[in-house]
């Protein structure tokens, strides 16, 4: 073959969803959309249709294609979660209760500081805090400018994978008190807050005092 047909063959080949799908399932990481643009000598929108298209055909193939900020990763679908723990050989989420509440808050109230954690839930949020960044499902996501500039959390890709969700989009409506929850105006973190002792506790009381530390006081106080 001539350098010139050569040239023109390279020239014709256009990454599809199945280049994307393949790339990301030899890849053990997540992978950044740049990243991915430059492996499929793909421009972004090009990328952003190819992601759309993937996420809709692996919906009836029991693959999740999660994005997470600028992040693509491949995961098994949350309807298969029954098949892959079988082989997995867990019930499920190991996590108390505690370190889950403290979770659900976060997802759904992101980025979220550890004051107003504490204000919805009514307890100390150190160990659920604790156990959440050791698992990888929460990370810091700044900080606010206000007293103390205390650190606000976000949920992780991790968290998506680990939860068979593809985005945060997918995560399940709210109802009634829930719902309400997710959009209560909090104290802690309004533009007059202030934590008095560098984001300790609930904003107007001492939240050291009597709070619970350790994992049987943390699910204690929930029931």
């Known amino acids: 073959m001539s350098d010139e047909a050569q040239s023109v063959v390279a020239a014709t080949w256009v990454a599809t969803a199945e280049d994307l799908e393949a790339l990301l399932f030899v890849v053990d990481r997540p992978i950044t959309r740049r990243e991915a643009a430059k492996l499929l000598e793909a421009s972004k929108g090009d990328l952003d249709r190819l992601v759309t298209e993937l996420s809709a055909s692996l919906s009836q193939r029991g693959i999740t294609l999660i994005t997470h900020g600028d992040e693509l990763q491949l995961a098994s679908g949350a309807e298969q979660a029954r098949a892959v723990l079988a082989w ?8 108390t209760a505690a370190p889950l509440e403290t979770l659900a808050v976060i997802a759904y109230r992101q980025p979220v500081t550890k004051a107003g954690v504490e204000e919805i839930r009514g307890v100390d949020a150190d160990y659920a805090l604790r156990v959440l960044i050791e698992r990888g499902l929460i990370e810091e996501a700044g900080r606010m400018e206000t007293a103390g500039r205390p650190i606000r959390y976000a949920t992780t ?19 009634g008190d829930a719902e309400a929850l997710r959009h209560l105006e909090l104290r802690s973190e309004g533009p007059d807050a202030s ?29």
Do not use: I, Y
């Open 195 to 223: 934590t008095g002792s560098s984001d300790t506790g609930v904003a107007g009381s001492d939240a050291n005092s009597d709070s619970p530390s350790t994992p049987a006081q943390e699910d204690a106080a929930t029931d």
């Open 88 to 95: 997995v050989g867990t019930g499920g989420s190991d996590l």
């Open 157 to 175: 890709l991790e968290f998506l994978r680990r939860f068979g969700l593809g985005s945060l989009a997918d995560l399940p409506a709210l109802e």
